[in-house]
Every structure is written in C-alpha cells, then in structure tokens.
C-alpha cells in the first residue's frame, strides 16, 4: 500500500513512554549506567514510535544529535518518551528524551536527548512508504519544521562526503 492510501497520523499518537530501573548490571565501576544502555533504552523506544506511526517494522538509519547531559546511577528510575517528528517517503525522525530520577523519589533530571531516523521496512526487509504527519499543535508544527532542517543539513553532509570520495565505511575502517 502507497503512503498515499494511509491516513496522516499525529505526533501524539505515535507517543510511546517507558520506565524501568537501573541495574547493577547496566552500570560501569563507577555506578554510573554505561551510555550504551540508555543508547538501547533510545533505540528501542524511536523504535516503537515509528512503528506506531507507519504500522511497520522500522529500522535506525542513523542517530542524530545523541547528547548525554547528566549520568544515570545504579538503582535510578529511567523514563524514555519518544514520538515522531518528522515524515519523509520511507524515513521518520523520532525525538526522544530520557529523565532519571532517584528511586527515593525526588525531581526528574534530564539526562540524555536524541534525535533518530527510522526507515519503515515492508514485508521483504526493503524500505516502504509511511503516512504523512499531521502536526496538532505549534509544538509540532516547530518539531516538523527543525526536523525538515536536520533532514536537509544531513542530506548536504551525505553528498559532501560522497563527493570527496569518502564514505561513512571507509571513515571508520580499520587503517
């Protein structure tokens, strides 16, 4: 089925929200949660909204903006909300946000953001048309807006470098 046969879905209702506590498992020698945890926490959750959003399997093309702000504890309750921002013809960027809070309770602290481009998979593995989005509110229209811009500056980035002859394999290759 074409992108354009579907509906147009909301930001709102690609919305996913999560929590679990953190582990020792999950932590370095230090008590601090590794990065690669809450990177799989970001990943499963734009995961789950761009599925809600395109009603397929997706997959990550590429992490935008992965910033982390403040470290994450053992035994820290960690809340991930991730929704849609942005649709193109087979890729959806998902912002995603991720809090920690003690588990004594106390206020939440921002601790990692990310931006993440999906690609919506049809039953054979190759990338298939999403629906479009349909913005609700200012906030979403301003999300859609920067979420075009990322788009734009990551495309520019991708021809550059495949003008100079460098690709993303060849950069990080073994010399």
């Given at each position: 089925?074409?992108?354009?046969?579907?509906?147009?879905?909301?930001?709102?209702?690609?919305?996913?929200?999560?929590s679990r506590t953190m582990e020792i498992t999950d932590?370095?020698?230090?008590?601090?949660?590794?990065?690669?945890?809450?990177?799989?926490?970001?990943?499963?959750?734009?995961?789950?909204?761009?599925?809600?959003?395109?009603?397929?399997?997706?997959?990550?093309?590429?992490?935008?903006?992965?910033?982390?702000?403040?470290?994450?504890?053992?035994?820290?309750?960690?809340?991930?909300?991730?929704?849609?921002?942005?649709?193109?013809?087979?890729?959806?960027?998902?912002?995603?946000?991720?809090?920690?809070?003690?588990?004594?309770?106390?206020?939440?602290?921002?601790?990692?953001?990310?931006?993440?481009?999906?690609?919506?998979?049809?039953?054979?593995?190759?990338?298939?048309?999403?629906?479009?989005?349909?913005?609700?509110?200012?906030?979403?229209?301003?999300?859609?807006?920067?979420?075009?811009?990322?788009?734009?500056?990551?495309?520019?980035?991708?021809?550059?470098?495949?003008?100079?002859?460098?690709?993303?394999?060849?950069?990080?290759?073994?010399?």
């Open positions: 089925m074409s992108a354009e046969g579907q509906a147009a879905g909301t930001p709102r209702a690609s919305q996913v929200v999560f932590s370095n020698k230090l008590g601090k949660v590794h990065g690669g945890v809450v990177m799989r926490e970001v990943d499963s959750a734009a995961g789950i909204a761009a599925a809600r959003h395109s009603g397929r399997v997706c997959v990550t093309a590429a992490i935008d903006g992965l910033s982390f702000l403040e470290p994450v504890d053992v035994g820290d309750i960690l809340t991930v909300m991730a929704r849609v921002n942005g649709a193109g013809r087979s890729s959806l960027e998902v912002g995603v946000r991720v809090e920690a809070e003690s588990w004594r309770g106390g206020d939440r602290r921002h601790t990692t953001s990310a931006y993440l481009l999906m690609v919506a998979l049809d039953e054979d593995g190759r990338p298939t048309e999403v629906p479009p989005l349909r913005p609700e509110t200012d906030e979403d229209r301003r999300r859609q807006d920067q979420a075009r811009i990322r788009r734009e500056l990551r495309s520019e980035r991708l021809r550059r470098l495949n003008a100079h002859g460098g690709g993303i394999a060849r950069d990080v290759t073994a010399p």
